[in-house]
């Protein structure tokens, strides 16, 4: 199948810094992919949807300033945490397919955690 | 509004054993219906999907799941458990399109020796 890459894999911060987390599609082009936080022991929360060459779409609750959102090429997509937070720290993933591969399969990066101190 | 519901947080069963893991959803249409695997610290791996062909699907890894109308159901069902089937296993619905989805919440499996 298809690959979805995040990097990286683990970061600590501290409180007040910013934290890039990339998303690659590493062998098709994503015009779409959706960026998710995941709390412990609980489902895949859907943050925005990223769109190649234009603004992202939040989903209601999500703040657009804390969490930035780059979409620059077909093939790479970027979260930031601005202002880190304690409460900031989750299990960030991305996802990238579904009808631009014809599947109906979403593919899904490793995930990314983020402790911030 | 489409919803996905998986009736048990956590199930526990003995390696050897057959595995059952219930969803049902709620849609004005018929959706696409998807089973997604995740261990711990990790992504999320596609086990098997329906999208109104076969209403018996089979998976990666011995896994299948029957779509049910009537019912409304996806249940992910395996005939033998294995030590390495521990994870969390998330019912998944198409909303629109097959890019926007609707995440279940979700059951751990765990495996006992």
């Known amino acids: 199948g298809a690959v979805v890459s995040q990097h990286p894999s683990w970061v600590i911060c501290k409180s007040g810094t910013s934290v890039k987390i990339e998303c690659r599609s590493l062998?098709?082009?994503?015009?779409?992919m959706f960026w998710y936080r995941q709390f412990p022991k609980q489902s895949l929360m859907l943050m925005a949807t990223?769109?190649?060459?234009?603004?992202?779409?939040?989903e209601q609750g999500v703040e657009k300033d804390k969490f930035l959102i780059n979409h620059a090429s077909l093939t790479l997509s970027t979260l930031t945490v601005t202002s880190a937070h304690p409460e900031d720290s989750s299990f960030y993933i991305c996802?990238?397919?579904?009808?631009?591969?014809?599947?109906?399969?979403?593919?899904f990066g490793e995930g990314s955690r983020l402790t911030v101190l | 509004a489409q919803s996905v519901t998986q009736l048990d947080s956590h199930v526990s069963v003995s390696e050897g054993t057959p595995v059952l893991l219930r969803c049902n959803y709620s849609?004005?249409?018929?959706?696409?219906l998807f089973w997604y695997v995740q261990h711990p610290n990790k992504g999320l791996q596609l086990l098997l999907k329906?999208?109104?062909?076969?209403?018996l699907v089979k998976g990666i890894n011995g896994f299948e799941a029957e779509f049910k109308k009537s019912e409304t159901s996806f249940h992910l069902t395996k005939p033998s458990a294995h030590m390495s089937d521990a994870a969390e296993y998330f019912c998944?619905?198409?909303?629109?399109?097959?890019?926007?989805?609707?995440f279940g919440p979700g059951t751990s499996l765990s495996v006992i020796p």
């Open positions: 996802s990238a397919g579904g009808t631009i591969l014809g599947t109906g399969e979403l593919f």
């Open positions: 062998d098709f082009q994503a015009t779409t």
């Open positions: 990223s769109n190649e060459g234009s603004k992202a779409t939040y």
């Open positions: 849609s004005s249409y018929s959706p696409s």
């Open positions: 329906y999208t109104s062909a076969a209403t």
């Open positions: 998944v619905a198409s909303k629109t399109s097959y890019d926007k989805v609707i």
